[in-house]
């Protein structure tokens, strides 16, 4: 079991940023890759981005690319969505979520991650 926790949401003006966090803890023992999606109200889930487990794949969706960034401390099991330039239609509510049965893979597909988080929301202002 994987558990994780997402924070670093909130309110924000359009052109600015947020970071979110996302802190896995359980059995990280195992290698696994991370995504990021989210979910507006009234809409079906999107992939954002994800990174595999080693780091050297991250994919992006075309409506963030050039603006997100996704990293990771290997050290706190942490990885992050750095959000720049955010605009009103990024408002949602972000998961992370952990694919351990293909770890080499940054994966798009949301029902290929085997462990959620809660979420935290995010909320860009016009």
């Known amino acids: 079991q994987v558990q994780l926790a997402e924070s670093g949401g909130g309110l924000v003006q359009a052109g600015g940023s947020l970071r979110l966090s996302c802190a896995a803890s359980?059995?990280?023992?195992?290698?696994?890759?991370m995504g990021w999606f989210r979910q507006a109200p009234g809409k079906e889930r999107e992939f954002v981005g994800a990174?595999?487990?080693?780091?050297?794949?991250?994919n992006y969706s075309a409506s963030v690319k050039g603006r997100f960034t996704i990293s990771k401390d290997n050290a706190k099991n942490t990885v992050y969505l750095q959000m720049n330039s955010l605009k009103p239609e990024d408002t949602a509510v972000y998961y992370c979520?952990?694919?351990?049965?293909?770890?080499?893979?940054?994966?798009?597909?949301?029902?290929?991650?085997?462990?959620w988080g809660l979420g935290t929301q995010v909320t860009v202002s016009s």
């Open positions: 979520a952990v694919d351990m049965d293909r770890p080499w893979v940054a994966d798009v597909v949301g029902n290929d991650y085997d462990y």
């Open positions: 359980g059995r990280t023992d195992r290698p696994y890759s």
């Open positions: 990174m595999n487990s080693r780091g050297n794949s991250i």
